[in-house]
């Protein structure tokens, strides 16, 4: 890039220094007006009447409602700043553990809070008799870690079975099924009737159901329906990942897929956003799901209203489920202890409006009995027989639980969704990674 | 020659060195503060064991040195990060020494469709992980429906991209590949432009065709372009951490877990800065040595020489 | 000319038919992002899938724009960029400049130092710079996230300028300085003008550098500073996936950029060229 200059006058350059100056000096102000960030509310800082509070979707859903109330009856200002479920936790997480905290409530998944446990604020003082009584006693514990609740459910959650109206009230699918396999054609309520409706209705297109290769509640469930007396862990903390329950379990589970065909490919990385879409789609004549699905259906989709929802279903101990709640806590280093109290004391209140939202789900069983029964809600009476069946049980209360399920529960899962696998063998190789957590 | 008396008075004149220094002082000082010190604290962290929930920080030794090194978890994700550089830099060369012959063979008429070539280096790896997850997953992806559309697989359910743990490590490649064949097709074209006409005809006049001439002459004479464009790409394909969070987040069964994110998530999701620190400061080392044996052995002979 | 280029024939038109077809194939899944972003919400995840769009809708743009966050995050990006690109060629320039006029040892250590920050993956600095962030209260701040996105741009901004300085004969600064000129005015009223494209493609890859960026973001920011590649990666919600606004939000956010390139792909071209070639 050879440069010839005729004369000997230096080229003036585009920009004076003034004119540079003056521009470096509109972009500083500029920079420093704006360094901080667009987004968000103000910092809240102590005394102030504004709370932060960090939720995923489903508690942005949930919580709206509830803020904008407290909002007209105290004028606090509520910040609801929405986070991805994995976002979430690692927010969570780190600013917990580094002390610099850019919330003051927090919405978070039961699993979560053993291992945040040591830095949460305790919320004994919220949980009068009156409280505990209107909670369902295994999302009330899994609350309490060392001796004190440091979660209020803010709402919870388990699954249920769903299920295709139109094709199961159908007189000629309802002859069919008769004729194959002997008995009346219902919403399967045990593991052989859910194998049989799965294997019958997997034709011309569509799948009977979905196996769900990328997700380990739904496995744990029909752990519990199997009939052990814990998942992973029992109530001492002894490793019982790979007992004949859990074993019976997992070959249900995979076999639907391995052996029986009744799902579409792609198993392994099949996880709730799928299993949505492919029962939105038509794709799935029954899909085990939780409970909100119900009344998210968009009118859009070709499956609306003709889904019909039933309890989870049962295998040798009867109906079991995972409830999966999600609870408000508030961390112990927080400036605004006060007000994220009051305010939990609010939404507690006024737990019903939640069952308003997209989400629809609620905490106290008070607010679920309100609305069971009622045209649209028709999924309350399933939740509410799934939550409280005997065999129902909450995950154990761990540390390590969330490295369990990333490292030995999804993996394993996942390898026996191939053909040939070795169940029991996978779970004795399961065994000795858990315990190298625990 | 004008003089440079009266312009104005005489400027105390410090020396060049002195010069040369000062102009490369602010940006030493922001790497020193930016970079240096978070790697010595990683340095630091790497000896403890630390458990910021808890609260608790306890010096270990070497204790997480031997628990990465002990654990399978961590070499096979050494052995994975390595097939992905492998992978992605040997897809990158072939696909743009092609495509970069192909502008060539065409000449300047070409240069337009070039341009349009660049556009992938615009988008954001997210954005590019996210797009081909988008692409090739099971029951949605269109690529597996229009290849059975026209015959390639028998079935949309044939090739589970994303899900197949044999092929998972590759499929999350391709956005990498995708995103950065232009920059080497690029490359390669201007070192292309570069070979001496007489060469290639001298070659010509010997009755050398295609296939003689683009392993005895052109690859040779690219070698200190293929060189530069192989290191810089293969430092960013082992840093590969976006695209690949993105789309599989190391599964199937860890088979796309490469190093990158085996560290992060045992920072943030398993709670263990003292181990991941470790993971990172053996990374480092590594990276260090490989890339300066390549500077040594490939560049700076190339600069040398000129 | 081009010593290896084809003359006019059947071989000629054949490799056009190449390139065409090549063309295609990589201009497919961009094509695809962006006609998906104006189907209806549904459509977008339908099985089978379809190419074309069924019917045209800006539904998808309507709601990714509403979503919370996702103004702010688009504000955000730019704002962060800008700091970014600007800090890191106020910083790579003169730095460059002296390292390529004055071939010291200490530049010499510098460019070394500068190549060795690069070969960093940003993981394995994330968690330490957080802390660090901290003590300087700027988390959650598009300051101190653009100072923590100067640690991948700087050292790639001083390399691009080294290349075009390089360029530049130092016969031209000898020529400013009799004249008259201080050195410092000798690199801002001459060697500057004349590298003036080189610091465009120096500031579009810092910004690019910046805009793209996701993994500090991810960390160093919580409410007020998140960036739009965290935004595009949140519509991968627990329970859905919102194909339709994620590709929406993504097609708004490359689409500038593409643009910017094209308005400048001289000088990318170029500038890219001659780091390499001159190895």
Known sequence: ?438 | MRHALGRRPARLKISDRRFAFLLMLPACLFLAAFVLWPLLRLVIDSFFQISPLAGTRSFTGLGNYRTALESARFRNAALRTLEYTAIVVTMEFVLGLGAALLFTALGERSRLLRTAFLYPLMIAPVVAGLLWRYLLIDNFGIVNSLLARIGVLSSPGQISWLSDPHIALFSVALPDIWLTTSFMSLVLYAGLQNIPPDVVEAARIDGAGPVRMLTGIIVPLLRPVIAVALIVRGIDAVKAFDVILIQTNGGPQDATNTLSLLIYNTMTSYSQPGLASAMSVMYLIVMLAVAVVAVRMIWLPGRRAR | MNALQLRPGIARVLLWGLLAVVLLLYGFPFVYLILTSFKPPLDAISVPPVFWPRAWSLVNYRSALAAPGVAAALINSLVTAVISSALALVLAVPAAYGVTRYGTGAGRVFLLVALVTRMMPPVAIGVPLISFMQALHLTDTSFGLALAQMTISLPLAVWLMAGFFEAVPAELDEAAQVDGCSRLEALRRVVLPVTAGGIAVTALFAFLASWNEFLFALLLTAIRAGTTPIAIANFQTQFGLQWGSMTALATLYSVPVILLAIVLQRHIVSGLTLGSVKG
Not at chain 1, 1 to 20: D, N, Q, V, W, Y
Not at chain 1, 68 to 78: D, E, N, R, S, W
Not at chain 1, 104 to 111: C, P, Y
Not at chain 1, 146 to 173: C, H, I, K, Q
């Open chain 1, 1 to 438: 890039m050879k440069i010839i200059r005729t004369s000997e006058e230096p080229p003036r350059p585009a920009l004076s220094r003034r004119g540079f100056l003056q521009a470096a000096g509109v972009a500083g102000v500029a920079a420093a007006a704006t360094a901080c960030g667009a987004g968000g509310g103000s910092s809240g800082s102590a005394g102030s009447s504004s709370l932060r509070v960090v939720c995923e979707s489903g508690g942005f859903a949930e919580l709206t409602p509830v803020a904008a109330l407290f909002k007209k009856q105290t004028g606090t200002t509520v910040t609801l700043t929405q986070l991805p479920y994995d976002g979430l936790f690692s927010r969570v997480s780190s600013e917990l553990g580094s002390g610099a905290l850019s919330f003051d409530v927090a919405a978070i998944d039961a699993i979560w809070l053993p291992q945040f446990a040591p830095k949460l604020a305790a919320l004994d003082e919220l949980f009068t008799p009156a409280v505990k009584a209107d909670l369902f006693p295994a999302t009330l514990d899994e609350g309490q870690i060392g001796g004190r609740y440091v979660g209020m459910p803010g709402w919870t959650n388990v699954e249920v079975l769903f299920y295709r109206r139109d094709l199961f009230e159908s007189p000629a699918e309802q002859k069919a099924f008769k004729a194959r396999y002997g008995y009346d054609l219902a919403p399967p309520a045990t593991w052989q009737q859910f194998t049989d409706a799965a294997r019958f209705f997997t034709k011309g297109g569509m799948y009977g159901t979905d196996v769900k290769g990328d997700v380990e509640t739904e496995f744990l469930a029909h752990v519990l329906q199997a009939g052990s007396p814990g998942v992973v862990l029992d109530s001492t903390g002894a490793v019982i990942i790979d007992n004949a329950q859990h074993v019976k379990a997992l070959e249900f589970y995979s076999s639907l897929s391995n052996q029986y065909k009744v799902a579409p490919s792609g198993a392994a990385q099949v996880g709730w956003p799928e299993a949505q879409n492919l029962f939105y789609q038509g794709k799935t004549a029954m899909t085990r799901f939780w409970a909100h699905l119900y009344r998210q259906i968009p009118s859009t989709a070709s499956v609306y209203g003709k889904v019909g929802v039933a309890p989870m279903i049962g295998g040798s101990a009867g109906i079991a489920g995972i409830p999966g709640p999600f609870y408000l806590s508030v961390p112990a280093k927080g400036a605004n202890t006060d007000l994220a109290l009051k305010f939990i004391q609010f939404a507690y209140d006024h737990n019903a409006l939640g069952i308003g939202t997209s989400l629809g789900l609620a905490a106290r069983k008070s607010a679920f009995a309100q609305y069971a029964g009622k045209p649209g809600y028709e999924s309350f009476t399933p939740l509410l027989t799934t939550l409280s069946a005997p065999a129902t049980r909450s995950r154990p209360k761990t540390a390590g639980w969330q490295q369990i399920v990333d490292t030995v529960l999804v993996p394993t899962i996942q390898k026996s969704l191939t053909p040939n696998a070795d169940f029991a063998g996978l779970l004795s190789a399961a065994r000795g990674s858990v315990q190298s957590i625990v």
